[in-house]
Each structure stands twice: as C-alpha cells, then as structure tokens.
C-alpha cells in the first residue's frame, strides 16, 4: 500500500512538472511567433525579428507545449511517451548550447539551453522510476519491434 501511495504522489508530481513545461514551452513559442523586436533586442536576439523561421520555430514549440501538457494530463505513464519528451529536452538543450556558442552568444540561448536541461533530468528521474525493462527488447535493422512503446 505504501508503495501505491508513493507512486501516486510521485505521478502527481510528474504532471505538474510536464505542464509547468508545457507552459515554459507554450509561452517560449509565442514569443518567437509574436516577435516584438524590443524584447527580442533585450534578449540579445538582434537579427530575429520577421524571419519565417523564427516564426516557424516558435509554431514547433507551440506543438511541443501541447505535446506535454497531453502527457502531464493522460499520458504520464507511457514509457514510449515520456521517452519522446525526453528526447525533445535533450536535444533542445543540446541545439541551444552549440547555438550559444557557434551563431549567437545571446544570453537566452544559454539560459534557454540550461533550463531545458533541468528539465529534461525532471523527465529523466520519472522516466528511470517508470521501471523500465530493456530485457524485452530486440533490436533487427530490417524488423523494428516497438511493442515496448505500448
């Protein structure tokens, strides 16, 4: 029965982390989407303003956000799912640390980058307690058995 209650608890903290990024993410999106030069300018984003792929950006992360907020309210024990997410986190954080350093010093990309990464762990901690067994698993280049995301 305790061990129950801990997961319940811990799933319940698991939701609220995924819409928390949901949010993060959604408002990130509009930012990008809407692009008022002045606040783009204070982020260190010069060159931003009226670019399609700003805007584009901003779209994809506006998708992302819905993404994890249908996890933090349905899917919060879905391996395959939870995995997905944190996958995005990951690689989010990882563009925007080579972006920092190689196109833009911009003090939101680091910024951004090193949030993403926290809460790509947050994923990460919930993921690893989700108990996966790799044991299952097989691997064939020619016949891909994703069963295990089920």
């Not at 993060?24 to 009226?50: H, K, Q």
């Not at 997905?84 to 920092?100: D, M, R, S, T, W």
Request: charged share 15%; proline share 1%.
């Amino acid at each position: 029965m305790e061990q129950i209650k801990k997961d319940i608890y811990e799933n319940k903290w698991f939701r609220l982390e995924m819409i928390i990024i949901a949010i993060y993410s959604f408002v990130a999106g509009s930012v990008l989407i809407l692009l008022p030069e002045d606040l783009m300018r204070s982020f260190g984003l010069v060159d931003a303003s009226g670019s399609f792929y700003s805007i584009q950006s901003g779209v994809m992360l506006c998708i992302l956000a819905i993404g994890y907020f249908i996890i933090g309210l349905k899917y919060a024990n879905n391996q395959g799912i939870v995995l997905l997410a944190l996958v995005a986190k990951f690689i989010g954080a990882i563009f925007l640390f080579i972006c920092y350093f190689v196109i833009n010093e911009a003090w939101i990309l680091l910024v951004s980058s090193i949030v993403d990464f926290i809460m790509g762990l947050a994923i990460s901690w919930h993921y690893i307690n989700l108990s996966l067994d790799f044991s299952d698993l097989e691997f064939d280049l020619f016949d891909v058995d994703i069963t295990y995301l089920q």
